[in-house]
């Protein structure tokens, strides 16, 4: 076949071509680290690259989410664990005012201790979180859960639990709301009878003076119920303490699945996305001896002609 | 006899002569686009007949032909144009593929997204923190400026086309004018070289045909005379003889930001239909812009809505810090209906969204016949015939706004097209975000039983019921029936009742999950200063899971992922496409080439033989001469 002098020259122009732009395309894969530059150049891979580091991100969030939930938590721990401290002083109080040979001073002292327990319940059950919400008023944030009305302390907040997206599919409570703490506690008499109310009670019977055998009685009644709902606060207290604890076990294990899930993630992004090094050098290295072996033979191949020869 | 030998000689001379200079030629015109190679043709001059038999009178040179093959210059032509196609359409899609590219993947509109329901979680932690809120709201202007900035991208590519269309256009208009004028010159040449051919020429109308190609493909019918007559299109001409036909770059008349290519005759410019203008850059970009551009814009605006109108219908059914339900959180951009300019009723067309969900990225036309409305989905022509308004097709519902229809009147309806471009945050207060739910359930300390309610749901779709907010209270009258007290509940009595059931009123819904006793109460009523409330927030960070979209199969992710998919597909299709057409095209040019083509040894050793001819003819003159000089010795 006849070959004009044009074609030959513009193929291997075209090969010259060729070969830097897989040479560019490679030095731009090895400088960015990545693999896939743009959608087109796999978009499959591309968007499951996508759709991963959607993933990641999403788990990302979601490790922040159980960070605050974890530090609710613990809050609501501490707190509760304040809650069964005073609880459980009343209860010495109470066997302690149970002994005969106390006068009525010794008791209304007790009393006097008693109130000091009452008002640091009103202030643990009236605590804030770092963002000066209440811990315990429910839905009602920045509502006083417990005020005393002077009829008795009373309860504004209400049923609602705030839940965290602790993972993809789980949702963790970080808060309780102060009636199930404090006010939901069953009373020795029938009913259910609130924590302060067992408290006040317990009070008005140690500052009672006792002189005749039905004080003595009275005494001995109001202060075996005292124990009783004081048993059953602890109970109670205890119970909800117990399922926020599991709450914070539950997030550190959602924290390990989710460093687990992180490193899968990263995996997976970087068998989409990352270059192999070792290839691409290799690539590379190869791509410039054909480049080379190409230059030279245009040169040989262009350097040939018959006008050389025409003297 | 003498005198004849000089005659042969001169002759050879001559046509040594005339080849050195056509070799000539063919070297200086080596690398001249569109250039064929010339040789001379030669003949012997007719013999003298004598009694000894025919004497040669020398050589002539009969012709200076090309070696122009008409078949695979046609196939080289066609090559290109379709090679010229590929790469336009290539080289645009390239730069929306590069739009859509973020290898880091921080700057796309992935990551927006996901900040967006990061802040929506990030508000359900602290939903009564503002800062958290505030951030929330900052991730919604940055997607909203992705999409913009997007969009905006999208329109100087729009931009571009319309300018490479214009281009396109005037260089086909100066193509068609000198291939006019050069079948009137090579005609004249032709004629006054008494039907030489002019090949020069001719090699020129061949390369202007070509670059014509390179624009647009153009169809070429070689009349008796020689003259070329071209047509493009659906058979517009463009070239028929001298007469020249101009074309021109017009807008649209369903949308003046668009050009449209039309053919002017006699004054009248009509427009040519796109689908029938391929090949070429022209052919090119036209397809980019009806096939790739359009979808972009579309699927983006598409993606847009959606999300501007499933998150608004979530947040209106939630209540913000002050305690008032959840009001827009986009702004959702409204769709365009367009009349067309050739309409002459005065009707106008109103379009609204109903249904996010079942939105396509098609764009629709409205026609009117004089008793029937057809409405056409423009991407796959599913139609729908009706005769009153309103009317809903894939979501959209169409009204007559004002004004009357005449028959023959069109409107283009484009739902999603400006979607990515007017996409807002609607909400500047963080404290309007809807984190709360607007109820909240609860059970007296009076309950003797096991009874407990759950915190509620809001039902969906918005806009929530009015009575939503009225107080409800549940009253247990026996273990297994209640009766419902509150406004707008019919207050209903001896419902019975499963533990774990859903009871709903009102709007929302409750299970109470237990063992209540007669008389036991439980209370649903407005969530009054319930800023710590997180449900809705948590629902809104749902959101990001859900399939919302295109019917209910698409996520927010999920839609976008395939656009990216869709436009990187058609990328790689075009670059694979356009690499084999561009081999075709070398193939188809060596073998043209190989024909046409020069090849400069061959020009060398050409030279070489005219050269040799030359001297040889020379050296018959030389001998002549001297046996002329022997003649006219004799007589000293």
């Given at each position: 076949m006849?070959?004009?002098s044009?074609?030959?020259?513009?193929?291997s122009l075209?090969?010259?071509?060729?070969?830097?732009?897989?040479?560019?395309k490679?030095?731009?894969?090895?400088?960015s680290g990545k693999?896939i530059?743009?959608?087109?150049?796999?978009?499959?891979?591309?968007?499951?690259?996508l759709k991963?580091?959607?993933?990641d991100?999403?788990?990302?969030?979601?490790?922040?989410n159980?960070?605050?939930?974890?530090?609710?938590?613990s809050?609501?721990?501490?707190?509760?664990g304040?809650?069964t401290q005073v609880?459980?002083?009343?209860?010495?109080?109470?066997?302690?005012?149970?002994?005969g040979?106390?006068t009525?001073?010794?008791?209304?002292a007790?009393?006097t201790q008693?109130?000091?327990n009452?008002?640091?319940l009103?202030?643990?059950?009236?605590r804030?979180?770092a963002?000066?919400?209440?811990?315990?008023?429910?839905?009602q944030?920045?509502?006083?859960?417990?005020v005393?009305?002077?009829?008795?302390?009373?309860y504004?907040?209400?049923?609602?639990?705030?839940?965290?997206q602790?993972s993809?599919s789980?949702q963790?409570?970080?808060?309780e709301?102060?009636?199930e703490?404090?006010e939901?506690?069953?009373?020795?008499?029938?009913?259910?009878q609130?924590?302060f109310k067992?408290?006040?009670?317990?009070i008005?019977v140690?500052?009672?003076?006792?002189?005749?055998?039905?004080?003595?009685?009275?005494?001995a009644?109001?202060?075996?119920?005292?124990q009783?709902?004081?048993s059953?606060?602890?109970?109670?207290?205890?119970?909800v303490?117990?399922g926020v604890g599991?709450?914070?076990?539950?997030?550190?294990t959602l924290?390990?699945t989710?460093?687990?899930l992180?490193?899968?993630?990263?995996?997976?992004?970087?068998?989409?996305q990352d270059?192999?090094?070792?290839?691409a050098i290799?690539?590379?290295?190869q791509?410039?001896?054909?480049l080379?072996?190409?230059?030279?033979?245009?040169?040989?191949?262009?350097g040939?002609?018959?006008?050389?020869f025409?003297? | 006899?003498?005198?004849?030998i000089?005659?042969?000689?001169?002759?050879?001379?001559a046509?040594?002569?005339?080849?050195?200079?056509?070799?000539?030629?063919?070297?200086?015109?080596a690398?001249?686009?569109?250039?064929t190679?010339?040789t001379i043709?030669?003949?012997?001059n007719?013999?003298?007949a004598?009694?000894t038999?025919?004497?040669?009178?020398?050589?002539?040179?009969?012709?200076?032909?090309r070696?122009?093959?008409q078949?695979?210059?046609n196939?080289?032509t066609?090559?290109?144009?379709?090679?010229s196609?590929?790469?336009?359409?290539?080289a645009q899609m390239q730069?929306?593929n590069n739009?859509?590219a973020?290898p880091?993947?921080?700057?796309?509109?992935?990551?927006?997204?996901?900040?967006?329901f990061?802040g929506?979680?990030?508000?359900?932690?602290?939903p009564?923190?503002l800062?958290?809120?505030?951030?929330m709201?900052?991730?919604?202007?940055?997607?909203v400026?992705?999409?913009?900035?997007?969009?905006?991208?999208?329109?100087?590519?729009?931009?571009?086309?319309?300018?490479?269309?214009?281009n396109?256009?005037?260089?086909i208009n100066?193509?068609a004018?000198q291939?006019?004028k050069?079948?009137?010159t090579?005609?004249?040449?032709?004629?006054?070289a008494?039907?030489?051919?002019a090949?020069?020429?001719?090699?020129?109308?061949?390369?202007l045909?070509?670059?014509?190609?390179?624009?647009?493909?153009?169809?070429?019918?070689?009349q008796?005379?020689?003259s070329?007559?071209?047509?493009i299109?659906?058979?517009?001409?463009?070239?028929?003889?001298?007469?020249?036909f101009q074309l021109?770059?017009?807008?649209?008349p369903d949308d003046?930001?668009?050009?449209?290519?039309?053919?002017?005759?006699?004054?009248n410019?009509?427009?040519?239909?796109e689908?029938?203008?391929d090949?070429?850059?022209?052919?090119?970009i036209?397809?980019?812009?009806s096939?790739?551009?359009?979808?972009a814009r579309?699927?983006?605006g598409r993606l847009?809505?959606?999300?501007?109108?499933?998150?608004?219908?979530?947040h209106?059914?939630?209540?913000?810090?002050?305690?008032?339900?959840?009001g827009d959180f986009?702004t959702?951009p409204s769709?365009?209906?367009?009349?067309?300019?050739?309409?002459?009723?005065n009707?106008?067309?109103a379009?609204?969204?109903?249904g996010?969900s079942?939105?396509?990225?098609?764009?629709?036309s409205?026609r009117y016949?004089?008793?029937n409305y057809t409405?056409t989905r423009?991407d796959?022509?599913?139609?729908?015939?009706f005769?009153?308004f309103?009317q809903?097709?894939?979501?959209v519902?169409?009204t007559?706004?004002s004004?009357?229809?005449?028959?023959g009147?069109?409107?283009?309806?484009?739902?999603?097209?400006?979607?990515?471009?007017?996409?807002?945050?609607?909400?500047q207060d963080?404290s309007?975000i809807?984190?709360?739910a607007?109820?909240?359930?609860?059970?007296?300390?009076?309950?003797?039983?096991?009874?407990?309610?759950?915190?509620?749901?809001?039902?969906?779709?918005?806009?929530?019921?009015?009575?939503?907010?009225?107080?409800?209270?549940l009253?247990?009258?026996?273990?297994?029936t209640f009766?419902?007290?509150?406004?707008g509940t019919?207050?209903?009595?001896?419902?019975?009742f499963?533990?774990?059931a859903?009871i709903?009123?009102?709007?929302?819904?409750?299970?109470?999950?237990g063992q209540?006793?007669?008389?036991?109460t439980?209370?649903?009523g407005p969530?009054?200063?319930?800023v710590?409330?997180?449900r809705?927030?948590l629902?809104l960070g749902?959101?990001?899971?859900?399939?919302?979209?295109?019917?209910g199969?698409a996520?927010?992710?999920?839609a976008?992922?395939q656009?990216?998919s869709?436009?990187?597909?058609?990328?790689?299709?075009?670059e694979?496409?356009s690499?084999?057409q561009?081999n075709?095209?070398s193939?188809?040019?060596?073998?043209?080439?190989?024909e046409?083509?020069v090849n400069?040894?061959?020009?060398?050793?050409?030279?070489l033989?005219y050269?040799?001819?030359?001297?040889a003819?020379?050296?018959v003159?030389?001998?002549?001469?001297l046996?002329?000089?022997?003649?006219?010795?004799l007589?000293?």
């Open positions: 006849r070959v004009s044009n074609t030959s020259y513009e193929l075209a090969a010259l071509n060729r070969q830097q732009a897989a040479q560019v490679n030095l731009e894969q090895i400088s693999r530059l743009t959608p087109a150049e796999n978009p499959s891979s591309y968007v499951q690259a991963v580091s959607q993933a991100a999403a788990n990302t969030q979601y490790a922040a159980r960070q605050s939930a974890a530090s609710s938590l809050a609501l721990e501490g707190t509760l304040d809650v609880i459980q002083n009343a209860q010495e109080l109470a066997v302690y005012a149970g002994n040979t106390l009525d001073s010794g008791r209304a007790i009393a008693l109130r000091g009452l008002d640091e009103m202030s643990l059950a009236n804030t979180d963002n000066g919400q209440y811990l315990f008023s429910g839905f944030g920045s509502t006083k859960p417990f005393d009305t002077g009829s008795g302390v009373q504004f907040g209400d049923d609602g639990q705030r839940l965290v602790a993809d789980r963790l409570a970080v808060n709301s102060g009636r703490v404090f939901r506690i069953p009373a020795a008499a029938g009913g259910y609130s924590l067992t408290f006040s009670d317990m008005g140690l500052e009672a003076p006792v002189s005749t055998p039905a004080d003595k009685t009275a005494l009644d109001g202060l075996s119920s005292a009783a709902n004081l059953n606060s602890l109970d109670s207290v205890l119970r303490r117990s599991t709450r914070m076990n539950e997030v550190d924290n390990d989710g460093d687990d992180g490193l899968q993630y990263k995996q997976q992004l970087s068998s989409l270059v192999d090094y070792a290839k290799s690539d590379l290295t791509q410039q001896t054909y080379q072996a190409t230059q030279q033979a245009f040169l040989k191949v262009q040939l002609s018959l006008f050389d025409m003297k | 006899m003498g005198s004849s000089f005659g042969i000689g001169l002759s050879a001379l046509a040594a002569q005339q080849g050195l200079l056509v070799a000539g030629h063919n070297v200086a015109n690398s001249t686009p569109g250039y190679r010339q043709v030669q003949s012997t007719p013999a003298q004598t009694g038999g025919f004497y040669g009178q020398g050589v002539k040179v009969d012709t200076v032909s070696a122009y093959n078949f695979l210059s196939q080289l066609q090559a290109k144009t379709e090679s196609q590929l790469d336009t359409y290539y730069q929306i739009l859509l973020d880091n993947g921080n700057l796309g509109l992935s990551p927006a997204f996901q900040n967006l990061n929506a979680q990030d508000v359900a932690t602290n009564s923190d800062s958290s809120r505030q951030s709201l900052s991730s919604g202007e940055v997607l400026r992705r999409f913009q900035s997007l969009d905006g991208r999208l329109d100087e590519i729009q931009d571009g086309v319309n300018t490479q269309i214009k396109s256009v005037s260089l100066t193509y004018a291939i006019g050069l079948n009137e090579i005609a004249k040449s032709e004629n006054a008494r039907g030489q051919p090949n020069d020429l001719r090699d020129q109308r061949d390369e045909v070509n670059q014509l190609n390179q624009e647009i493909r153009a169809n070429v019918v070689v008796n005379d020689g070329y007559n071209i047509f299109g659906d058979g517009q001409s463009l070239v028929v003889g001298t007469q020249v021109a770059a017009v807008a649209s003046a930001n668009r050009l449209e290519v039309a053919h002017v005759s006699g004054g410019a009509a427009v040519i239909k689908s029938s203008l090949g070429g850059k022209l052919g090119g036209l397809q980019f812009r096939e790739s551009l359009d979808a579309n699927g983006l847009a809505i959606g999300l501007a109108g499933t998150f608004n219908e979530q209106q059914l939630g209540q913000d810090m002050h305690g008032n339900l959840g986009f959702v769709p365009t209906v367009t009349p067309s300019i050739k309409n002459t009723g009707a106008a067309i379009a609204d969204i109903t996010f079942s939105l396509t990225a098609s764009d629709y409205l016949d004089g008793a409405l423009l796959d022509g599913a139609t729908q015939t005769t009153t309103p809903t097709m894939d979501g519902s169409l007559l706004a004004g009357t229809m005449a028959a009147d069109q409107f283009l309806v484009q739902p999603t097209r400006n979607g990515a471009g007017q996409i807002k945050v609607a909400i963080p309007l809807a984190a709360a607007p109820i909240r359930t609860g059970a007296p300390l009076a309950n003797t039983g096991t009874g407990l309610i759950s915190a509620g749901t809001v039902n969906l779709p918005a806009p929530p019921d009015p009575n939503m907010r009225q107080p409800v209270t009253i247990f009258t026996g273990t297994n009766d419902v007290s509150g406004t019919g207050n209903p009595t001896g419902i019975s499963t533990p774990g859903s709903s009123y009102n709007g929302w819904t409750v299970q109470i999950t209540p006793k007669p008389g036991d439980f209370t649903i969530n009054t200063n319930g710590g409330d997180n809705n927030a629902l749902a959101l990001q899971g859900q399939n919302t979209l295109a019917g199969t996520s927010y992710q999920s976008y992922g656009i990216i869709q436009i990187g597909s058609k990328t790689r299709e075009l694979v496409t690499e084999a561009t075709l095209v193939q188809t040019q060596a073998y043209q080439q190989s046409s083509g400069l040894d061959e020009e060398a050793a050409n030279l033989r050269q040799q001819a030359y001297q003819a020379s050296k003159i030389q001998t002549a001469n046996m002329f000089d022997t003649l006219l010795s007589g000293r």
